[in-house]
């Protein structure tokens, strides 16, 4: 699922410190509040006194410039930004698109709205329908794309910082992304737990997948109650890993990808205004997304991207999907050849192991009907 594995969160938390525990939830909000004053009246100042002017890094506001820039050595620490357009070509659909998107396709679970699929308290009342979409869209029964493979092969060159994703298909993973390498920003199918808050007990993904699949709603072994995968509903916080995490990364970062998100659903959309003022952002979409808003832009304040105008200095849309801006990326980096064998390889990895699977399954039904 995307930004089907990318159920959003529209309950914007603010980030808590490195050491959560020892800090309350009004300390770290009230922090994060004084924080972002500090940052409004920093750049307003920066930019009505003409002080503070960013360096540009870029020699092209192309992608050929960004290509240049990784090539020089001068970038070490890249983060990618994912959302669902990443996963389109594996067969997930999207959440927005019309006529293809999962909110244009509902219809069939009878919910009083598209979003009640991911609405907790909704949930609660009415697990069916989100366990009958899950079966649909089940991580396993798809293969990572050319954009994930992308982001793999920075990892094994030593560039990649970390991967920030919306999505839930647990495909970052699948294509060799460890837990160290990926926030999972709006949480993923790879573990699940008892809803009850004096349980919390935890299943995994094959325990998980086993019921969906039976058709049977989750229940947990210890209280009976609902139990649900880690992914964030509508009405949840998002993990707290994912802003510990940003303090550290995003300070360090020199270079950020943004790929298939329409950066419309916070608090991962203002991810990229937490890198520095000189640092260049990629935007690799089918359309141009996250860019600044006029009245906030003449005060030089909000972090959007700046295409088009006379200041733009450090952001650069690349309009195409994902996996074609990879491969042309990868292209001008002299990575092509390695990525295609990189896909390819995995691809027949993956499909060789679901042979085996498939056969061990039909092994085990045969068994079982002799012995009946």
Partial sequence: MSETSEPPNNKEEEETTSEPEEQSEDSSEEEAAGNSEMDFLRNLFSHTLGIGSPEKVLDDLTLEGVAKYILSGKCKNIICMAGAGIST??????FRSPDTGLYANLQKYNLPYPEAIFQ????KKHPEPFFALAKELYPGQFKPTVCHYFMKLLKDKGLLRRCYTQNIDTLERVAGLESG????AHGTFFTSHCVKFTCRKEYNLDWMKERIFSDDIPKCEKCNSLVKPDIVFFGESLPVRFFTSMKMDFPRCDLLIIMGTSLQVQPFASLISRVSKSCPRLLINMEKAGQAD????LLGFGGGMDFNSDKAYRDVAHITTCD???MALADLLGWKAELEELVKREHARIDSQDKEESKSSESKGASSSSVI
């Fill in 89 to 94: 070509s594996a067969g997930i659909p999207d």
């Fill in 120 to 123: 907790i308290d909704y949930f």
């Fill in 181 to 184: 390498d990926l926030i999972e």
């Fill in 294 to 297: 006029p009245v906030l832009g």
């Fill in 324 to 326: 074609d801006g990879c």
